[in-house]
Nanobody, 121 residues
């Protein structure tokens, strides 16, 4: 069984920082890329940031240098650092990964359950 599991969400004051973590569990697969999406109430899910195994990165324009995506020491772990937070950052953040089973030529997209980030005083 392949799973993406997020952690690190919670309540943070405006101007504060928060770190999110996502780990891909299971065996018999390789990672093409892992990243983060978010979905605020009444809004569609949107890309936040993505990082490939080759360390190519992609950020949404609204990040504006305040968010940073990085790999952990484990190759199947990815982090998202959120700095200088404002209330409009509040959303459910979900880990997304494009993974390939070692016996297959095509990859498959996987999603975590999501973790809630709330920015409020």
């Amino acid at each position: 069984q392949v799973q993406l599991v997020e952690s690190g969400g919670g309540l943070v004051q405006p101007g504060g920082s928060l770190g999110l973590s996502c780990a891909a569990s299971g065996s018999g697969f390789s990672v093409y890329y892992m990243g983060w999406y978010r979905q605020a109430p009444g809004k569609e899910r949107e890309l936040v940031a993505r990082l490939t195994r080759g360390r190519d990165t992609r950020y949404a324009e609204f990040v504006k240098g305040r968010f940073t995506i990085a790999r952990g020491n484990a190759t199947k772990t990815v982090f998202l650092q959120l700095n200088s937070l404002k209330p409009d950052v509040t959303a459910v953040y979900s880990c997304n990964g494009y993974l390939r089973m070692l016996r297959c030529v095509a990859g498959t997209t996987y999603w975590g359950e999501g973790t809630l980030v709330t920015v409020s005083s």
